[in-house]
């Protein structure tokens, strides 16, 4: 069974701007360093006139995950995030090593107001007898926290380079 998950962030900068960070090369080595965790990393960076793609590898240590999810991973958590962004959206793909499931989403970047509003949607679906239902809540959890910060760090950054 899959959770599905919907998250909404907020940012007081135009649609244009966070769009613009999300595309930036600078701006994802910058935000692994401030919020990537353990060995943190952006494995490829692909971007053309149309579209940009890249491969983020975050990481959680054992000692900040429940217990069970200590268990069944035997480690850390290492996370492998790909991203596709063109005109404002984008998709999301997230597996998490050791653990046979994965993220799969999109996000939109629209005007808010004075602001702008980003919206993930998407599914966890982790395949796991017993265990697959937490993680997947955990996983569903744990992204919303993961995107809040992120949106609090590209507010900031972007109000940096102002």
């Given at each position: 069974m899959a959770r599905r998950i919907e998250h909404h962030t907020?940012?007081?900068?135009?649609?244009?701007?966070?769009f613009g960070a999300m595309v930036d090369e600078t701006?994802?080595?910058?935000?692994?360093?401030?919020i990537g965790g353990t060995n943190a990393a952006l494995v490829s960076f692909d971007k053309t006139d149309e579209r940009t793609s890249y491969q983020l590898k975050q990481g959680v240590p054992a000692e900040h995950?429940?217990?069970?999810?200590?268990?069944a991973l035997?480690?850390?958590?290492?996370?492998?995030?790909?991203?596709?962004?063109?005109?404002?959206?984008?998709?999301?793909?997230v597996a998490v090593g050791g653990v046979p499931g994965r993220l799969e989403g999109s996000f939109v970047v629209l005007d808010d107001g004075?602001?702008?509003?980003t919206t993930l949607t998407g599914e966890v679906k982790v395949s796991?007898?017993?265990l697959g239902g937490k993680l997947e809540k955990l996983i569903a959890e744990q992204v919303a926290v993961?995107?809040?910060k992120e949106s609090e760090f590209t507010s900031q950054w972007l109000a940096n380079r102002a």
């Open positions: 907020t940012s007081p900068h135009s649609a244009e701007k966070v701006y994802l080595r910058d935000r692994l360093a401030a995950l429940p217990s069970a999810v200590k268990a035997g480690g850390d958590l290492v996370i492998q995030r790909t991203e596709t962004w063109a005109a404002g959206a984008g998709t999301v793909e004075s602001g702008s509003k796991i007898p017993l993961l995107l809040d």
